[in-house]
């Protein structure tokens, strides 16, 4: 608790925190919102967007396109503390290196968990207003996959944690983050077989929160090789802690 509590005192008062965790919510909000105008064959979008249960797996599925964004909090957090030699005083002041990346880590479960938090909200929001079954098994008949979404972006943030303490300037490390979550880990799986690219680390992640219309769009096309939520779990959960593990020996053997 002292690890989180002293990182509480940075970032409370930074107005890049709040600007950034802003621009996250507003959004999705706004993308939730206009999505209610927008008609698909004589239908409205939002009428299918908002129907519970299958809310919980559109909210999720939608605001995994803007994982990046907590990403690029971290990577701005870890590089400021580089730039200021905040991370240098503080070993001196007896933190070890460990505890140097699980209070960053610790940071990243929160803000994680603040946004897993905003989802539940405004999908009740929405579900509640527009959703033509509002029983509590209809409410709560998918909302695993707020948990399946806290796992995926925790692990987007520890893989944005480990480029920020590899290359320490957050402006190339965010273009690093970006580049590697949406260009280049998928040129890469493109040469590899549907059952090994399943495996890889965006991959897994983004198997957690899946495509709402995966059924219909394997009947029309050719069926997709991609693990269910609830078996990405395992191999999301390992790639996290191989981030960690990686940030750990980065900043082990790099001079602060």
């Known amino acids: 608790m002292n690890l989180l509590r002293l990182e509480f005192l940075k970032v409370l008062p930074y107005r890049t925190f709040w600007i950034i965790l802003g621009a996250f919510a507003v959004l999705i909000f706004l993308f939730m919102y206009s999505s209610q105008g927008i008609t698909i064959n004589t239908s409205k979008l939002g009428d299918r967007l908002?129907?519970?249960?299958?809310?919980?797996?559109?909210?999720?599925?939608?605001a995994s396109y803007f994982n990046v964004i907590p990403g690029i909090l971290m990577i701005i957090l870890i590089s400021d503390e580089?730039?200021?030699?905040?991370?240098?005083?503080?070993?001196?002041?007896?933190?070890?290196?460990?505890?140097?990346?699980?209070?960053?880590?610790?940071?990243?479960?929160?803000?994680?968990?603040?946004?897993?938090?905003?989802?539940?909200?405004?999908?009740?929001?929405?579900?509640?207003?527009?959703?033509?079954?509002?029983?509590?098994?209809?409410?709560?008949?998918?909302?695993?996959?707020?948990?399946?979404?806290?796992?995926?972006?925790?692990?987007?943030?520890?893989?944005?944690?480990?480029?920020?303490?590899?290359?320490?300037?957050?402006?190339?490390?965010?273009?690093?983050?970006?580049?590697?979550?949406?260009?280049?880990?998928?040129?890469?799986?493109?040469?590899?077989?549907?059952?090994?690219?399943?495996?890889?680390?965006?991959?897994?992640?983004?198997?957690?929160?899946?495509?709402?219309?995966?059924?219909?769009?394997?009947?029309a096309t050719s069926p997709s090789d991609i693990l269910s939520p609830a078996v990405a779990l395992v191999p999301a959960i390992i790639y996290t802690i191989l981030f960690l593990l990686l940030s750990y020996m980065v900043l082990k053997l790099r001079d602060l």
């Not at 919980?56 to 599925?61: E, F, G, I, Q, R």
């Not at 240098?88 to 938090?117: H, N, P, W």
């Not at 290359?167 to 590899?192: D, H």
């Not at 399943?198 to 198997?207: D, G, I």
């Open 82 to 219: 580089y730039s200021f030699r905040t991370m240098r005083q503080q070993v001196i002041d007896g933190l070890s290196r460990l505890e140097l990346v699980l209070a960053k880590f610790y940071m990243a479960l929160v803000i994680a968990a603040a946004c897993t938090l905003f989802l539940l909200m405004l999908g009740l929001f929405f579900g509640l207003m527009y959703s033509r079954d509002t029983s509590a098994s209809g409410i709560f008949g998918q909302i695993q996959y707020l948990l399946y979404y806290f796992f995926q972006v925790t692990g987007f943030m520890s893989l944005a944690m480990l480029f920020s303490f590899i290359i320490k300037r957050s402006g190339l490390s965010i273009i690093v983050f970006i580049a590697t979550t949406l260009v280049v880990e998928p040129i890469i799986r493109s040469q590899v077989p549907d059952h090994v690219d399943k495996y890889f680390p965006m991959k897994s992640l983004s198997s957690l929160t899946p495509l709402p219309i995966q059924q219909m769009v394997d009947q």
């Open 50 to 62: 908002y129907q519970f249960p299958e809310l919980w797996n559109n909210l999720t599925y939608v």
